[in-house]
């Protein structure tokens, strides 16, 4: 059984701050990572995508991998109110589009202003 | 990004009727496409994966003949929900993938279905 795990939230964070959210995995084999963010009543948004262990940068996010610990992280700097969401960890076993991404239940953000 | 296009985004129907939605892909090729339920507050939960030309696969405890999925084409997939009743009232999303490699299988999604039956 896949598992991703997120604590489910709300996480709070003042405006201007660094938000940090957490996601685990059960599946070893698993090759890709990604971070959706999913605002109420829309569908989720790719915000990063990450494969190797290490960083990776994109603006005002981070995305971090450690496999060896099968774990993976997204930080978001400089927090906007406009960041309130949540945010969804997934993660695919394969390199292919054919199989499903397992998604966690998501961290609800707020960015207070 | 790759664009996926669902139809429509809102519908309303009565108990005992069927609703229809619609998965395009529109600058791309999908030969899988998959349909998720999300209900409020939870996460999305994949209901079925559809493959062009062939049977759709779906998950455990999701019925096979009260969710019809037709995947006729490589940028065309459907979600036929029969017979809906209030407890299928939910957010329905599709996505896709290019699926060609490494940095293409990131999933793409619709913009969401939000089915009401009353």
């Known amino acids: 059984q896949k598992e991703v795990e997120q604590n489910s939230g709300p996480l709070s964070v003042p405006e201007g701050a660094i938000a940090s959210l957490n996601c685990t995995y059960s599946?070893?084999?698993?090759?890709?990572f990604f971070w959706y963010r999913q605002y109420s009543g829309k569908s989720p948004e790719l915000i990063m995508f990450?494969?190797?262990?290490g960083d990776k940068e994109d603006g005002r996010f981070t995305a971090q991998l450690n496999k060896a610990s099968q774990y993976v992280s997204l930080l978001i700097r400089d927090s906007q109110p406009s960041d309130s969401a949540t945010y969804l960890c997934?993660?695919?076993?394969?390199?292919?589009?054919?199989?499903?991404?397992?998604f966690g239940k998501g961290t609800r953000l707020s960015v207070i202003a | 990004g790759a664009v996926v296009s669902q139809h429509p985004s809102r519908v309303i129907c009565k108990s005992g009727t069927s609703v229809k939605i619609e998965c395009r892909s529109l600058d791309f090729q999908a030969t899988t496409m998959f349909w998720y339920r999300q209900f409020p507050k939870q996460s999305l939960m994949l209901m079925a994966t559809?493959?062009?030309?062939?049977?759709?696969?779906?998950e455990q405890g999701v019925e096979k003949d009260k969710f019809l999925i037709n995947h006729a084409s490589l940028t065309l997939s459907t979600l036929t929900v029969t017979s809906a009743h209030p407890e299928d009232s939910s957010f329905y999303i599709c996505s896709a993938s290019t699926g060609r490699g490494l940095k293409d299988t990131e999933a793409f999604f619709g913009q969401g279905t939000r089915l009401t039956v009353v």
């Open positions: 599946d070893r084999g698993s090759q890709s």
């Open positions: 997934a993660v695919n076993t394969f390199y292919s589009g054919n199989t499903p991404l397992v």
């Open positions: 559809s493959n062009e030309g062939s049977k759709a696969t779906y």
């Open positions: 990450i494969y190797s262990n």
